[in-house]
């Protein structure tokens, strides 16, 4: 369904919902180029959004990005999660694989547009979407194009990143089913998703380039995490460190430094 359209200065932002399974609509923007179309088709990024967030992004990184993208050629797609933003569902029922799957219903649904290169699809993600960015890159290797990730949440599945999040208490989780964290009720399946899955396994299963951009004062992240990416990934990979900059890059100069980084990689791969 695509109902609202609206002009920025790259291009347009197209209002777009996806039906997922059960019939439940996820909703966000497809941005697209000037000049885009059947005979002239663009590279399409997927723009990725993290736990408790939703596709405008800390500080609207999202949406700067997406405009950004669309000046210089290049079609993105930004949709809330399944329970998340706008979109529909409850937010308890979500998990890492929820998410994985969420992620497939976008990459089919641009796949499908007429404008838009196959071959040349990326993913971005921030935080958790990073750590969907790199499960959907693994179990899709052959479509996905290159992969661009701020602050990847690999941490998620370790005991220790739970013990940072708000309200965890694992008593009341094996016993309500549930934590309340700052209001958000995240439920049993999302922590028995995440220990069950190896997600630095699912995510070396792809081969393609890989730019990782993470603060060095991010303590929701310790960049060890990335660092460990970055060993799974190998030679193919790129870390890159934002001096000072924690978790959601809380500072002008450090967001315009991670949005500059992702463009000039996507640039670099995608043209």
């Known amino acids: 369904m695509e109902e609202v359209y609206r002009l920025d200065a790259g291009g347009e932002a197209r209002y777009t919902e996806i039906e997922t399974e059960g019939g439940l609509k996820m909703r966000g923007f497809i941005h697209i180029p000037k000049g885009a179309g059947p005979d002239s088709r663009v590279p399409m990024v997927l723009v990725l959004h993290g736990l ?44 890492i694989l929820t998410e994985l799957s969420d992620s497939e219903y976008i990459l089919k649904y641009v796949q499908g547009l007429d404008f838009v290169d196959k071959d040349r699809i990326a993913v971005h ?56 964290s700052d209001s958000w009720l995240i439920g049993k ?47 193919r990979c790129s870390l890159i460190t934002v001096e000072g900059a924690n978790h959601d890059y809380e500072r002008h100069d450090y967001n315009r430094t991670r949005l500059k980084l992702a463009l000039e990689f996507l640039e670099k791969e995608l043209f």
């Open 52 to 95: 408790m967030g939703n596709r405008i992004g800390s500080g609207k990184s999202n949406v700067e990005f997406s405009k950004i993208l669309c000046e210089h050629g290049i079609a993105s797609a930004r949709f809330d999660y399944i329970g998340s933003g706008e979109s529909d569902g409850d937010f308890i029922e979500m998990s």
């Open 125 to 180: 993600g921030m935080s958790q979407g990073g750590l969907e960015a790199g499960l959907l890159a693994g179990t899709h290797p052959d479509e996905v194009a290159c992969l661009s990730l701020w602050s990847p949440a690999f941490c998620i599945g370790d005991e220790s990143f739970f013990e940072t999040v708000s309200g965890y208490d694992k008593e009341k989780l094996f016993r309500d089913g549930y934590i309340d």
């Open 189 to 235: 399946k999302y922590f028995d998703d995440a220990v069950a899955t190896d997600s630095y396994e699912i995510a070396g299963r792809y081969k393609g380039s890989v730019q990782i951009v993470h603060g060095t004062a991010d303590t929701v992240v310790p960049i060890r995490y990335s660092e460990k990416l970055k060993e799974v990934y190998g030679d």
